[in-house]
């Protein structure tokens, strides 16, 4: 992506923002990440078929909606001077701040309403006063419409576009993601000078970039492995925040190296449950030997009988993937299997399975046929790893 200025002055007419009881962009739906076709019309009741507008997309705050329209075989209806133009509002709504240009708009200092919507694949709010709606991910759209147009925004200023939100926010991730995705040193320095700063929210958004630039790095040479694993076992071992901690934990289990282990063992009996899951995660998990070492399996085998079943389906998980076979692994996913959460008993089966333990058949038969898991469109597999391990077990492979 190159540098580059908007030089044009769009036109800055106002685009509208939808009126009545739903969200200005018609609301993309709850847990479908897909926007409904029905929300790629104008929101104005007197013109109910004529496609919406790029600037009314924008206006209404959904990112969703404006990607939709920007789709690859969509973009070239559009000229740079509408991108250009897109890019104004999205700033203008970005800079006034979607509640005060929404008050504006409806003339009205009245009691508004927030709530947090899904939109695409992230949450966003959405807040509604006198009958309007707006959507609050003008920060992202922005975000978007630059990187469509070749301006290179600088780190702080993608960083200020998102701390105000939270990290499920898709201002918070386009950001980080456009960071990691230029793997250059410049970036890489600026994401590991937070490691110092005194907010844990920064902190937080550094390591982000940071993990994220080695973990999306799909070069062969892999530049930033070396230098990830060097700063995130450093900074493991002094970081106070337990959010931020589990961040840095979670960027070790993604290394294959035995000093991702070693930093991440202390920290098994950490009183935060976000950090053990990090724990319970990383553990182990990119070793080419068949076996954990004495003090992985130990903390993983403590780690499946954690209170939190967050962590238990995650050791149970990182154990039923691993080519450990190990008796008291088996036994100790066998001994899951009348766990209290149903996630962890459909771990605890496909791990079995996996490790090739008959005591799955009669564990799968009691599950049941395969649900859908609570927030999201991911289907229990079970069943399948069930299958797989009959054909090993028949010689049907």
């Known amino acids: 992506m190159t540098d580059r200025t908007a030089s044009a002055e769009p036109n800055r007419a106002e685009p509208r923002v939808r009126e009545g009881s739903r969200s200005a962009d018609t609301s993309t739906g709850t847990d479908d990440e897909s926007t409904p076709a029905s929300t790629l019309h104008t929101p104005d009741p007197s013109r109910p078929d004529e496609p919406l507008s ?53 003339g009205s200092e009245g009691s508004l309403a927030r709530t947090r919507v899904q939109d695409g694949s992230d949450v966003i709010g959405e807040l509604s006063l006198a009958g309007m709606s707006v959507r609050d991910g003008h920060a992202a759209i922005l975000t978007f419409l630059e990187e469509l147009l070749g301006i290179r925004v600088a780190f ?21 993601i456009l960071l990691a995705h230029r793997r250059d040193q410049e970036t890489w320095a600026a994401a590991a000078a937070l490691r110092t700063h005194p907010e844990p929210s920064h902190r937080q958004f550094g390591a982000e970039v940071l993990r994220l630039t080695h973990l999306l790095d799909d070069d062969e040479a892999d530049a930033f492995a070396g230098p990830a694993l060097d700063i995130f076992t450093a900074w493991s071992t002094g970081e106070p925040d337990h959010l931020v901690l589990a961040e840095v934990l979670g960027a070790l289990g993604e290394h294959a190296d035995a000093r991702a282990n070693a930093a991440l063992l202390p920290y098994a009996g950490h009183p935060d449950g976000n950090v053990r899951r990090a724990v319970a995660s990383g553990l182990g998990t990119w ?7 004495d003090d992985v399996r130990e903390a993983l085998l403590v780690l499946m009988t954690d209170a939190d079943p967050a962590v238990r389906r995650d050791a149970c998980y990182t154990v ?77 492979t």
């Not at 509408?82 to 700033?91: C, D, G, K, M, P």
């Open 287 to 293: 070793f080419e030997p068949p076996a954990f070492s």
């Open 54 to 106: 790029l600037r009314e997309a924008v206006a209404s705050g959904s990112p969703s909606l404006v990607e939709a329209l920007l789709e690859p075989p969509l973009r070239s209806r559009y000229s740079e001077a509408e991108l250009l133009e897109a890019r104004y509002v999205a700033l203008h709504w970005y800079e006034t701040g979607a509640e005060a240009e929404l008050r504006r708009r409806a």
């Open 320 to 396: 039923g993937s691993s080519r450990d076979r190990a008796r008291s692994l088996a036994d100790a996913m066998f001994a899951l299997l009348e766990d209290a959460d149903r996630r962890v008993r459909v771990n605890a089966v496909e791990g079995l399975a996996f490790h090739d333990d008959e005591r799955c058949v009669e564990a799968a038969r009691r599950l049941g046929p395969p649900q859908r898991q609570p927030g999201s469109p991911t289907v229990e597999c079970h069943l399948d790893a069930l299958w797989l391990y009959e054909q090993r077990r028949d010689g049907r």
């Open 156 to 176: 702080g200023e993608l960083m200020a576009r998102a701390l105000p939100f939270d990290r499920d926010h898709s201002a918070w991730g386009s950001a980080v």
